[in-house]
């Protein structure tokens, strides 16, 4: 058997209890064993994107993002709509990999995790995507349907719909990577 393919869960929110996070966590323990799910949790230390810096030596926050990156097979994102928009600080990551060697190419799969359809976001994300060459496996984001802010894993966990609609994206991941 062949080892499974890497992918890395980019979650958009800085809340400490974030149905996007909580999504990407119950994904993890959802996984097919042809895929092993890992978070990246650097959000919230990469400084502002600025061109002068995007030079050697990377800020090391920086560099441990790339990294991760360039270590995975595809991506799997999660990421909330803020003011019709992605966050800042999502966009301030995928800033830091415009540049990069890593991304371009890279398999990505969106997941919707708001149960009142965050339509907005996910439609510039996309496009912020595409602009960056990355390669969207669907061209809408697989809907997981959470109840919003202060929703945990073990809450999607145990609601058998919500896994549904996890296994059915973390399929197509498989067999996209397959």
């Given at each position: 058997m062949s080892a499974p393919r890497r992918v890395l869960c980019l979650?958009?929110?800085l809340r400490r209890?974030?149905?996007n996070r909580a999504a990407l966590e119950a994904a993890r323990q959802l996984a097919p064993a042809s895929l092993e799910l890992?978070?990246?949790?650097g959000l919230a230390a990469l400084p502002l994107f600025n061109p002068d810096d995007e030079r050697d030596p990377l800020p090391p926050a920086v560099l441990a993002l790339r990294e991760a990156v360039g270590r995975a097979d595809a991506l799997l994102i999660a990421c909330p709509e803020y003011a019709h928009g992605v966050p800042g600080a999502f966009k301030n990551?995928?800033?830091?990999?415009v540049g990069s060697l890593e991304f371009p190419g890279k398999?990505?799969?969106l997941l919707n995790a708001s149960a009142r359809g965050s339509h907005h976001a996910q439609q510039a994300l996309a496009e912020i995507l595409r602009t960056m060459s990355a390669e969207l496996l669907s061209t809408q984001a697989m809907p997981?349907?959470?109840p919003g802010a202060g929703c945990?894993?073990?809450q999607v966990l145990a609601a058998a719909e919500r896994c549904?609609?996890?296994r059915v994206a973390l399929d197509r991941l498989a067999a996209e990577l397959a």
């Open positions: 979650c958009g929110s209890i974030s149905s890992a978070l990246y949790d990551l995928l800033d830091w990999l398999p990505v799969l997981v349907a959470l945990g894993s073990a549904a609609e996890l």
